[in-house]
């Protein structure tokens, strides 16, 4: 099913970090992304998260796979490390508004500090950050800073708790700390740079992991501070292995090139992720336009989807 230009309402993406080869479980979120985005006349776009550690000639490898089992994106591929002054830009306007600080504190620090004295789950640390920082005099900064330790910049958030509409979730509500803008190596922060990325290539659909539903509050928050506007949000289950942890490339042959060498193609790859989805019948072989027909958001599993290697 193809739609007119004319009428495309916004875009959704798929951002992957070029770290190494997509597995089986990247794979199904990318098709899952195309198919919400192509059902509802969206452009499909494709950007890569290169802000963190990149593997030379991932991207072009995922890109590869992305194409090999049918799924088309509009445009460019953008890069996050080509977009440092939009980051920069969004980081004044919140310090112009009095809504960031230096932060100097170090993981173990945070991690001590919010789970003491009982480092366990009953302490309520949910990984968000104390605020240890938060009201340093300006002596006290200038006392850090003559140390030579390097600080991150923080958002000063105003509230504790944000709500979203998950379409999958439904109403989710989660916890807002002072998450981190600019890291210590004076790198845009992942939460920083996806929000304004999204708002930057007109993105109004954000189709991902569900392991990223807790960090949705967060960034709708920030984006509502930077008055960008709201994206609907699908968080999808993620793959397991059959241990119930999340699927990596330890855990066997779960990227293209791996199943290649055990013989499996990426259409016959492309029909297990569709059944994994009720989409397909087992070994049936489709193809990404031919699912769009099939396709219904309310009807997608809700469960992690237990990947075994020796049924790829």
């Known amino acids: 099913m193809t739609i007119p230009a004319s009428l495309w309402i916004g875009a959704g993406r798929f951002a992957p970090s070029p770290s190494g080869d997509l597995h089986v479980g990247n794979l199904r979120?990318?098709?899952?992304?195309?198919?919400?985005?192509?059902?509802?006349?969206?452009?499909?776009?494709?950007r890569m998260e290169d802000l963190d550690r990149v593997a030379p000639g991932a991207d072009?490898?995922?890109?590869?796979?992305?194409?090999?089992?049918?799924?088309?994106?509009?445009?460019?591929?953008?890069?996050?490390?080509?977009?440092?002054?939009?980051?920069?830009?969004?980081?004044?306007?919140?310090?112009?508004?009095?809504?960031?600080?230096e932060c100097f504190c170090t993981r173990r620090e945070i991690r001590e500090a919010a789970s003491a004295p009982h480092p366990d789950p009953a302490s309520g640390?949910?990984?968000?950050?104390?605020?240890?920082?938060?009201?340093?005099?300006?002596?006290?900064?200038?006392?850090?800073?003559?140390?030579?330790?390097?600080?991150?910049l923080r958002l000063r958030a105003q509230v504790d708790h944000w709500t979203i509409r998950d379409e999958?979730?439904?109403?989710v509500t989660g916890r807002v700390d002072d998450v981190v803008l600019r890291r210590n190596d004076g790198v845009a922060a992942y939460n920083l740079a996806v929000v304004v990325d999204d708002a930057a290539q007109g993105i109004d659909q954000v189709v991902r992991g569900d392991d990223l539903l807790s960090a949705a509050p967060r960034q709708a928050y920030l984006a509502s501070l930077l008055e960008l506007a709201p994206v609907r949000y699908a968080h999808v289950p993620l793959a397991l292995n059959?241990?119930?942890?999340?699927?990596?490339?330890?855990?066997?042959?779960?990227?293209?090139?791996?199943?290649?060498?055990?013989?499996?193609?990426?259409?016959?790859?492309?029909?297990?992720?569709?059944?994994?989805?009720?989409?397909?019948?087992?070994?049936?072989?489709?193809?990404?336009?031919?699912?769009?027909?099939?396709?219904?958001?309310r009807l997608l599993p809700r469960g992690p989807w237990l990947v075994d290697p020796a049924d790829l």
């Open 125 to 152: 640390f949910d990984g968000s950050y104390p605020g240890t920082c938060r009201k340093l005099s300006d002596t006290e900064i200038a006392g850090r800073r003559a140390t030579g330790r390097p600080s991150a």
């Open 168 to 171: 999958l979730a439904g109403a």
């Open 60 to 101: 072009e490898a995922q890109l590869t796979d992305l194409a090999a089992i049918g799924l088309d994106w509009d445009g460019p591929v953008r890069y996050q490390s080509e977009r440092t002054r939009l980051y920069q830009s969004a980081i004044a306007r919140l310090s112009a508004h009095g809504l960031t600080y």
């Open 242 to 297: 059959l241990a119930g942890q999340r699927l990596a490339k330890r855990d066997g042959a779960v990227t293209l090139a791996d199943l290649r060498d055990h013989g499996r193609t990426p259409e016959t790859v492309l029909g297990h992720l569709a059944a994994s989805l009720g989409l397909a019948q087992p070994g049936e072989i489709v193809t990404p336009g031919g699912l769009l027909a099939r396709f219904d958001p």
């Open 29 to 46: 979120t990318a098709l899952l992304a195309w198919l919400f985005a192509r059902s509802a006349g969206r452009t499909f776009l494709v």
